[in-house]
């Protein structure tokens, strides 16, 4: 919207420049989503709790969690509101990509507020059914892959960027909305299962987020893209100051949910983080990536796949301690902050192998 306003005035107050350089209005993007978290955040939080939206621990998971019981839930909510408000004002609003980002946050945060409001106000600690919330993932997933199929923004293609690999690209032509599906699928459940952990799956959000917005920059930027050997995408770049959003209200997030979490963000935020990060990729052709952008999510997956095939091969027996992983480690007597910035850690690893993939071709 600033962008609209400000920038066609450049000629008359100089400064007003600044506003035509993704870099910039980046920059303010994520300073103003933190700012808006920050702000509003206490009385958020208050607000939750005279409403009684809190927090129901369910049985299978460690004693260490019962503490949690009654702290503030759907925080999701205000990163998604902080990351909207932020985006409105920095992002050139004409882009198709930010509008398709802005579909996701919404089609994703309505799909985490029914599964939120099913577990606390019909106390059902599950939520959703596991085959209703795929469902809803597959059509977004569907829909988005036909558009981008049939009309996606200049420049886009049903071919994706390849790691490792020099000049090629592969193509999943007619089969690219199914492709596209299990990104979706994949992304959203991958840190909706993270979401374990006071800070654990924001903090690897706003990993993740700083990672595509580098990401975007560069296969939005023509000579960028030729020298690390990406697919340029004329209107990819802006998918960079959508990303930062998503990093400054991860931030001002954490501010309030580090532990001991004050509140935390439920599946409105994870659910539809996961989504967004995954759209993410698909804009700029970089969904392969994602596997090691995202490669705590992918740990964390594979690590309940594994414990449930193990356990009905074996009869009963387990892999690890509990599944997902961070609650393995708990069993074993680490105390969460610990396990936390461990993971954080792992996270900026696997950010930067990723990104160190552009060149190693």
Not at 172 to 196: C, E, K, Q, R
Not at 299 to 306: F, G, P, Q, W, Y
Request: a positive charge.
């Amino acid at each position: 919207m600033l962008y609209w306003i400000l920038y066609p005035l450049r000629d008359y107050f100089g400064p007003l420049r600044l506003f035509g350089y993704i870099t910039f209005r980046s920059a303010y993007a994520a300073v103003f989503a933190i700012l808006i978290v920050l702000v509003f955040g206490r009385k958020f939080i208050n607000l939750l709790a005279t409403r009684s939206v809190t927090q129901r621990v369910r049985t299978e998971v460690p004693d260490s969690h019962r503490v949690k019981q009654g702290t503030p839930s759907m925080g999701g909510i205000l990163i998604l509101g902080s990351i909207l408000i932020s985006s409105l004002l920095f992002c050139d609003l004409s882009n198709p990509n930010i509008l398709i980002l802005f579909t996701a946050t919404v089609y994703f945060g309505l799909l985490g507020f029914w599964d939120d409001y099913i577990k606390i106000y019909k106390q059902r600690p599950r939520g959703l059914s596991i085959k209703t919330k795929l469902i809803v993932q597959i059509v977004y997933g569907l829909a988005l892959g036909f558009f981008l199929y049939f009309f996606g923004p200049e420049g886009y293609t049903a071919k994706t960027n390849l790691i490792f690999v020099k000049n090629y690209v592969i193509s999943f032509g007619a089969f690219y909305p199914i492709f596209v599906a299990m990104v979706i699928i994949g992304s959203s459940n991958g840190v909706n299962l993270t979401d374990g952990l006071d800070g654990l799956a924001i903090g690897l959000i706003g990993v993740a987020a700083l990672a595509y917005a580098t990401l975007a920059y560069a296969a939005g930027h023509v000579i960028i893209s030729d020298y690390v050997n990406i697919i340029f995408l004329k209107a990819g770049g802006e998918v960079t100051v959508y990303c930062a959003a998503i990093l400054g209200a991860s931030l001002g997030f954490l501010w309030f949910n580090t532990y001991p979490a004050q509140v935390f963000m439920g599946d409105t935020g994870a659910l539809s983080l996961g989504a967004i990060i995954g759209t993410a990729a698909i804009l700029i052709k970089q969904e392969i990536l994602l596997v090691l952008v995202g490669g705590v999510f992918v740990i964390e997956v594979l690590t309940v796949l594994a414990q449930v095939l193990y356990f009905r091969r074996t009869g009963g027996k387990r892999l690890f301690k509990m599944a997902p992983l961070h609650h393995h480690f708990e069993l074993k007597g680490l105390v969460e902050p610990k396990i936390v910035v461990r993971f954080w850690i792992v996270g900026i690893i696997f950010l930067l192998f990723a990104l160190s993939t552009l060149k190693i071709r």
